[in-house]
């Protein structure tokens, strides 16, 4: 029993007096072993926290191997949500009985031999340790027979203990059953959602999957009922329609680009195609389905000046580059990716995409319809069949960049990265459209509610946004007349002071040089009050004061001095809002010839750079339709 502490400060025995922890001769006894060996059965439930953290896992585990295994044919049986069954049975090369059981023991696998075999990794699974830390949280079955082989072999293993093996015959290729999963770890199986929760994470797994691997067949069972079945098909977009919708796939133009030996491929959304979310983003490096902060940056950055704020875009993109250009191996679930040369790869996509955007004409009709010459009686087209008829340079009234039938400016216009930076991506300077079916040329009928011009086109009408309009011209003038390095400037009659807020007014003076760049010419003049004595050439006819309160609003310290191009960007977006002419503003048609003439002789983008369109068709048969013609 403890009495109390002795004059050097340790704790005395109250009977004895002597320390405490000691014995009557006054030695120590030595301490206890504070490093423990754990057993293997706990060091393989320690693996299965780190790759199985749900019954998705497990489906992802086991569809890799099968792939790995050269499997063409798959089927995933899943019941209650994967917690009761996971089932996944391939048509690949098989195992041998020696290899079966080798398959089963930890760090055992036939994908790397060496330390240099992690820097060039070229298959899905590669660890080694999936399977017995599978077979250590639940009840699994494996069963297997190689190519040839007349018998195969069946092992059973309970919590990671091997119970069973016999004999058995069935198909070329590998079955495994795992069967209640986390049984034996009820802390584990307590945090699983519900079936139907757990069951969402796989659907969403496989059909990621499917997307990238268009030429195998997936057959899905749940609850010993179908739920997905999608055969091999030899064009991506047909996978595409079929496991997100014929939709969605009418709504993806192509992705293609090359940057020395990285290569992608693939499909993005039209900027009319936008959705609330970010789960339309399905992004794939060397055809595994990643989370990349780097790859989802540059794909939102090609759209930044394209959709609304706080719409997102759908794409399906698959990145290739050599094995030893990407580490697959930092994260347990290989759900990221560490790139050797993350610049190449951001400059890669954002220009690919922006490139795939730029090429096309967005001012939508609707797609005429489409008649197989197989059918005796004319049937709905699926999504492929729509976007290859509209891609194709045989299609009638249409060229091979041609989408939708009216342009502004049909050229492409690429954004190419500056070597600022990964993020300093900007357009390349604004370029005369190329001949076609121009505003200008459209017959003018007016003016709506002094919003909205009503032009006549050769298949129906066309509403042009003023504001969003003017606001495009303005921004892609400032911007092109930015990269140019000669912004034009108009100076004042006399100097106009403005107040400011004191951090806004430090703001705006360290970023006095950069501001001269944009056509701003501003003089310290007192406390927290700047002259400004020019603005831009473009904006000539604007309050300076409102000009430079907005501006200093939007420099905020993440743009500070303008370090890239998208910071001037946002400054231009926003300029070009606050100059461009007003929903209700009555414009005379000389004003409205002029807009439309503008429209033309800029970069075409079918909105303004906050994402709203500038220009909507209403198409002859949809007039038609509301009149009881059609």
Not at 238 to 265: C, F, H, N, Q, Y
Not at 346 to 367: D, K, N, Y
Not at 414 to 419: E, L, V, W
Not at 600 to 610: K, L, Q, R, S
């Amino acid at each position: 029993m403890i009495a109390g502490i002795d004059r050097e400060g340790r704790p005395t025995d109250r009977t004895t007096g002597t320390q405490a922890g000691t014995t009557e001769a006054g030695r120590r006894p030595a301490p206890p072993a504070r490093i423990l060996r754990l057993p293997d059965a706990l060091v393989d439930q320690i693996a299965a926290g780190e790759v199985v953290e749900r019954p998705a896992s497990v489906v992802k585990e086991l569809v890799e191997n099968a792939l790995d295994a050269g499997a063409r044919r798959l089927r995933i049986d899943v019941r209650e949500g994967g917690a009761a069954l996971v089932a996944v049975s391939d048509d690949g090369r098989g195992m041998r009985p020696e290899d079966a059981r080798l398959a089963l023991e930890r760090h055992a696998t036939s994908k790397i031999a060496s330390a240099e075999d992690l820097s060039r990794i070229v298959t899905f699974g590669f660890r080694g340790e999936a399977l017995p830390a599978i077979a250590s949280v639940s009840r699994l079955r494996l069963r297997s027979r190689a190519r040839g082989a007349e018998d195969g072999i069946e092992i059973e293993i309970e919590g990671g203990k091997r119970i069973g093996e016999r004999t058995a015959g069935g198909p070329e290729g590998t079955r495994i059953e795992v069967v209640d999963l986390f049984y034996n770890v009820p802390a584990r199986r307590k945090f699983l959602k519900t079936a139907a929760t757990e069951w969402g994470h796989v659907a969403e797994w496989l059909a990621r999957s499917a997307l990238a691997l268009p030429a195998i067949h997936f057959d899905v069972q749940r609850d010993d009922r179908a739920a997905v079945h999608w055969p091999a098909v030899a064009d991506p977009l047909d996978r595409i329609a079929a496991v997100l919708s014929e939709r969605d796939a009418e709504g993806l133009v192509p992705v293609t680009g090359e940057d020395g030996a990285l290569r992608l491929e693939g499909f993005a959304s039209r900027p009319d195609a936008h959705r609330p979310t970010a789960a339309g983003l399905h992004l794939f490096v060397q055809r595994r389905p990643v989370r990349d902060r780097l790859l989802r940056h540059a794909l939102l950055d090609a759209y930044r000046d394209v959709l609304p704020r706080g719409r997102f875009p759908s794409a399906v993109l698959f990145l290739d580059l050599p094995p030893s250009a990407v580490d697959v191996n930092v994260h347990p679930a290989k759900w990221e990716v560490r790139f050797a040369d993350p610049r190449a790869v951001h400059r890669l996509v954002a220009r690919a995409v922006r490139e795939a955007l730029g090429a096309r004409q967005w001012l939508m009709a609707a797609p005429r319809a489409l008649t197989r010459p197989d059918s005796p009686a004319p049937a709905p087209p699926g999504a492929a069949e729509i976007v290859r008829e509209r891609l194709s340079p045989a299609s009638a009234g249409s060229t091979a960049t041609t989408d939708w039938v009216f342009a502004g400016g049909a050229a492409a216009v690429p954004r190419t990265a500056d070597a600022g930076g990964e993020g300093a991506l900007h357009a390349g300077p604004a370029t005369a459209a190329t001949p076609g079916l121009r505003f200008a040329a459209l017959r003018p009928l007016g003016q709506l509610l002094a919003t909205y011009l009503l032009l006549e086109g050769p298949d129906g009408l066309v509403l042009v946004d003023q504001h969003a309009a003017h606001e495009r011209v303005l921004y892609e003038r400032l911007r092109a007349s930015w990269l140019a390095g000669s912004v034009a400037r108009q100076a004042l009659l006399l100097p106009v002071p403005v107040a400011l807020s004191p951090d806004r007014a430090a703001r705006l003076v360290e970023a006095g040089p950069a501001l001269e760049r944009l056509g701003f010419e501003l003089d310290p003049f007192g406390a927290n009050v700047l002259a400004v004595r020019a603005i831009p050439a473009e904006l000539a006819g604007q309050d300076p004061a409102a000009l430079l309160a907005n501006l200093a609003e939007r420099l905020s310290p993440d743009t500070g001095a303008l370090p890239a191009p998208e910071a001037a960007d946002l400054l231009f977006a926003s300029l070009a809002c606050h100059a461009a002419r007003r929903a209700g503003e009555r414009l005379d048609p000389r004003e409205q010839q002029a807009l439309l003439a503008a429209l033309d002789a800029i970069p075409w983008v079918a909105t303004c750079p906050h994402g709203r369109p500038v220009a909507i068709p209403v198409s002859r048969s949809e007039i038609e339709r509301r009149f009881g013609r059609a």
